[in-house]
Nanobody
Framework: QVQLVESGGGLVQAGGSLRLSCAAS????????MGWYRQAPGKQRELVAA???????DHADSVRGRFTISRDNAQNQVYLQMNSLKPEDTAVYYC?????????????????WGEGTLVTVSS
């Protein structure tokens, strides 16, 4: 079994920045897609950003221009640089890995989840 471990969450002021990291362990492999979902109380889980094994990226409309996803050369780690943070970005952020392309995630789901890291943006 593969484990995904997130780090980098915390408390920041509105307008500040954080960088989330996700590291895979347990075996040597490459996911087709890695990325980040987030969920806040009372809200639906939202796909924030995803990156495929060729480096192509997708970002949610709500974060485009502020957040940037990247993946390391081995394609087993993923990062989320979050700039210009807003209080509405407050959520638990979950790293994921999937054998499916991003357009298929809603239908076929995620293979591996991290446990989540809390991002709190104060106003």
């Amino acid at each position: 079994q593969v484990q995904l471990v997130e780090s980098g969450g915390g408390l920041v002021q509105a307008g500040g920045s954080l960088r989330l990291s996700c590291a895979a362990s347990g075996s040597t492999f490459s996911f087709t897609t890695m990325g980040w979902y987030r969920q806040a109380p009372g809200k639906q889980r939202e796909l924030v950003a995803a990156i495929n094994n060729a480096g192509g990226t997708d970002h949610a409309d709500s974060v485009r221009g502020r957040f940037t996803i990247s993946r390391d050369n081995a394609q087993n780690q993923v990062y989320l640089q979050m700039n210009s943070l807003k209080p509405e970005d407050t959520a638990v952020y979950y790293c994921f890995g999937s054998k499916w392309p991003v357009v298929m995630l809603d239908a076929y789901g995620v293979d591996y989840w991290g446990e989540g890291t809390l991002v709190t943006v104060s106003s």
